[in-house]
């Protein structure tokens, strides 16, 4: 509980005195970035991570966990927002969930090690 009220306190500095939510001003900063103020290394280790992220989704969407998930979308409803990996489409949210299920059965993403 200490932990959560001081980051809900560094939070709230870090948001201004307008208390403005520390999402939006995160968000404000990342409408304004350019992708060329990107330091070079960051850039490379973003491709990598996503590449990495991607092939696990692609293996693991295979899987039987990865198939009730998809089935679990596909019930959710009708929708075409986003892509459920390896195939088909879902709304966000359940197309996310579907997606994380995927990308983390085979524990493949282990790039950070």
């Keep these: 509980m200490a932990v959560a ?3 809900t306190e560094r939070d709230r500095g870090a948001a201004g005195a307008a208390g403005e939510p520390v ?3 995160l968000a404000g900063f990342l409408a304004g970035a350019r992708w060329a103020d990107v330091p070079p290394p960051a ?8 590449l990495d992220w991607f092939g696990s989704v ?6 039987p ?3 009730i998930a998809r089935a ?3 019930g959710l409803g009708r929708a075409d927002e986003a892509t459920v990996f390896p195939h088909g489409r879902a709304a966000a949210a359940v ?7 995927a990308g983390h059965i085979l524990e493949l993403d282990d790039i950070h090690k």
């Design 5 to 7: 009220m001081a980051t």
């Design 23 to 25: 999402s939006r001003v």
């Design 43 to 50: 850039v490379a280790a973003t491709k990598l991570a996503v």
């Design 58 to 63: 692609l293996a693991g969407g295979h899987e």
């Design 65 to 67: 966990p990865a198939r």
């Design 72 to 74: 679990v979308a596909a």
């Design 95 to 101: 197309a996310a969930l579907a997606n994380g299920v």
